[in-house]
């Protein structure tokens, strides 16, 4: 049975959770491939309101394995307390694993994190502060702890010494107080006793599970455009969002990725700095943001809000091989009485193209825009394509057009029923 992936399409923040939450309910197995807890996939069922950073978004099906995997860095402490956080509501985690390989978040990191954000000044990315960057950038290294590092207390000391070093180089530069080695590697010692059970090597589970043709979704973080490599660079994460990554973050052969679902806001949400082409400004700014409560779910800090962008989304269908796209967050057009999609990049000497720009160009474009009629209906009741105004359909039909894969799933709401399925779509 092949592998879903379910990948951001924009700029993140886009209802992964959400979408996962619905999906994995008939899934076997939901792995984290990537990123950390910068940001967070929120999640709306019968156990409450969540918003998960470390946890994958299938945890609230008891049959399904869980995994966070080997391309993702942790943060014990988070991670533990989302534990205890969900399973407060009832929700079991006995099978959640956490890869061995997975390398360690350490407050340190996050201190980091602050520091060169500061010392960018009008540089800044604009990141959540979490210390992502400098998990990743001490993993490239060669200079980071793997979580399987811990079960060795004299192997783990002697990979915190060589941390260390390289953080009172660092620390040095800011005229900061390093850390001792015991304040280093006491609390993470403590912190993994708690969640050894959870750690495992997750290589021979996942085989047997395919093997088995077993029902895997694995989830990224952040979005297309938020790719180390392919985003809006240096606006970008530390890791690869793209589907394309899932095989490596995860440990599957690439041949077993065969559907990705690319996920989609009706409109476009950005949070950091960097170009956003189809940004809006003034009262409707305000307006999109609160009814679509458009505010980040790991730092609070409100979003920006552009209309849709058929330009990046069709890159991100490339980056990702795209087979099928899940639109969220439709219902909250319903009171627009017109939508704007943006359909190519209009440089400064006149010139259009509809292909990605580097950075640079993408923060000179002038959209060009298509106007579409609102509908002016209230679709949050609405469970059949059928039922949709006719206005909307026609909007998410161009949507289709412009970037070449179908729609077949339309998010009308937060709660995990309040979707419309469509078996087949054309393009």
Not at 388 to 402: C, D, G, H, K, M
Request: proline letters at 6%; one cysteine or more.
């Amino acid at each position: 049975m092949p592998v879903t992936a379910i990948v951001g399409a924009q700029w993140g923040d886009e209802g992964k959770g959400r979408v996962v939450d619905y999906l994995a309910q008939a899934a076997d197995v939901v792995v984290r491939y990537q990123g950390g807890d910068n940001a967070g996939h929120t999640v709306v069922n019968e156990y409450g309101k969540f918003q998960l950073h470390l946890l994958p978004s299938g945890i609230f099906n008891p049959n399904a394995h869980c995994v966070i995997g080997a391309g993702t860095v942790v943060n014990m402490e988070i991670l533990l307390q989302e534990i205890d956080r969900v399973e407060v509501t009832g929700v079991i985690t006995r099978n959640l694993w956490v890869d061995q390989r997975a390398h360690l978040l350490l407050p340190d990191y996050r201190q980091l994190d602050v520091l060169q954000e500061k010392a960018l000044g009008n540089n800044a990315i604009g990141t959540t502060k979490r210390g992502i960057g400098p998990a990743y950038t001490y993993k490239v290294a060669r200079v980071g702890v793997r979580l399987g590092d811990l079960r060795y207390p004299d192997w783990a000391r002697r990979r915190f010494q060589v941390t260390l070093e390289r953080l009172q180089r660092e620390y040095n530069t800011y005229g900061v107080e390093p850390p001792t080695l015991d304040a280093l590697l006491e609390p993470q010692l403590a912190l993994f006793a708690k969640l050894a059970g959870h750690v495992v090597d997750t290589v021979p589970l996942l085989r047997g599970w395919l093997q088995a043709n077993k029902e895997v979704i694995v989830e990224g973080q952040l979005g297309a455009m938020r790719d180390l490599d392919w985003g809006v660079y240096p606006y970008v994460t530390s890791s690869n969002p793209t589907a394309s990554y899932a095989p490596v973050g995860t440990g599957f052969p690439s041949n077993y990725l065969q559907r990705v679902i690319g996920v989609a806001k009706a409109y476009t949400t950005a949070v950091g700095a960097g170009p956003f082409p189809t940004e809006i400004s003034g009262e409707l700014e305000t307006e999109l943001r609160q009814l679509g409560q458009e505010f980040g779910a790991t730092t609070g800090r409100p979003r920006r809000v552009g209309w849709f962008d058929a330009v990046a989304a069709r890159y991100a269908v490339w980056l990702s091989g795209i087979t099928e796209l899940a639109i969220t967050k439709l219902d909250v057009l319903d009171s627009l009485p017109e939508i704007k999609i943006c359909t190519g990049y209009k440089l400064p000497d006149g010139k259009v193209l509809t292909e990605m720009v580097d950075p640079y160009l993408l923060s000179q474009v002038e959209p060009v825009w298509e106007h579409w009629p609102g509908w002016l209906i209230l679709t949050r009741d609405i469970r059949r394509w059928e039922d949709l105004p006719v206005n909307a359909q026609r909007f998410l039909s161009r949507i289709e057009t412009l970037v070449g894969v179908p729609i077949t799933l339309i998010s009308v709401g937060p709660e995990r029923q309040q979707l419309i399925l469509r078996q087949s779509a054309p393009v």
